[in-house]
T-cell receptor
Framework: TQLLEQSPQFLSIQEGENLTVYCNSS?????LQWYRQEPGEGPVLLVT?????EVKKLKRLTFQFGDARKDSSLHITAAQPGDTGLYLC??????????FGAGTQVVVTP | ETGVTQTPRHLVMGMTNKKSLKCEQH?????MYWYKQSAKKPLELMFV???????ENNSVPSRFSPECPNSSHLFLHLHTLQPEDSALYLC?????????????FGPGTRLLVL
């Protein structure tokens, strides 16, 4: 079983601050996905990273896949209240099966 | 309707009741999934259907019974549930066999078992 650990579990920051959340595993993944889940909704895919060391940017969000494809980070610059949500990482094995982490709850207050 | 829809959005049931959760995907996908989401725990994959055939059952208790009549509809029949089954039940769909797979989730059914 590929266990994905996300840290921190909870993060509360003020609008305009930066934050980083982490997703770590002892296993290698073929790809890794980040989802955001807002209250009352299902998770929505933000990005998929495939290559070790890959960095992808989505506006103020920067995603990095570790060189060994075992870990990933999500960095948000100048956070806004709209960034509030549960951030989930999910690693895919070679058959495409997804394993989810427990998520990081991010709260951005005005 | 677009994307993945789920009904009902909220459900309260007693341990002796029988109820069903419904999921419909309007994306033309060939795979559908049921997940259980409990607080502070990873999403737990329950069942997977590819082309209407069940391909995965992750040791789910028999009080949960899935049904997939066609590639657009997925049901989860519930009977004699336990309070620990209270959770958010998420349905997802994806197109399998075309490289990187993205799962599209419905809004979930919030279930409370009394």
């Amino acid at each position: 079983t590929q266990l994905l650990e996300q840290s921190p579990q909870f993060l509360s920051i003020q609008e305009g601050e930066n934050l980083t959340v982490y997703c770590n595993s002892s296993s290698v993944f073929s790809s890794l996905q980040w989802y955001r889940q807002e209250p009352g909704e299902g998770p929505v895919l933000l990005v998929t990273v495939v290559t070790g060391g890959e960095v992808k940017k989505l506006k103020r969000l920067t995603f990095q896949f570790g060189d060994a494809r075992k870990d990933s980070s999500l960095h948000i610059t100048a956070a806004q209240p709209g960034d509030t949500g549960l951030y989930l990482c999910a690693g895919a094995d070679s058959w495409g099966k997804l394993q989810f982490g427990a998520g990081t709850q991010v709260v951005v207050t005005p | 309707e677009t994307g993945v829809t789920q009904t009902p959005r909220h459900l309260v049931m007693g341990m002796t009741n029988k109820k069903s959760l419904k999921c419909e995907q309007h994306l033309g996908h060939n795979a559908m999934y049921w997940y259980k989401q409990s607080a502070k725990k990873p999403l737990e994959l329950m069942f997977v259907y590819n082309f209407k055939e069940q391909t995965e059952n992750n040791s789910v208790p028999s009080r949960f019974s899935p049904e997939c009549p066609n590639s657009s509809h997925l049901f989860l029949h519930l009977h004699t549930l336990q309070p620990e089954d209270s959770a958010l039940y998420l349905c997802a769909s994806s197109q399998v066999g075309q490289g990187l797979e993205t799962q599209y989730f419905g809004p979930g059914t919030r279930l409370l078992v009394l």
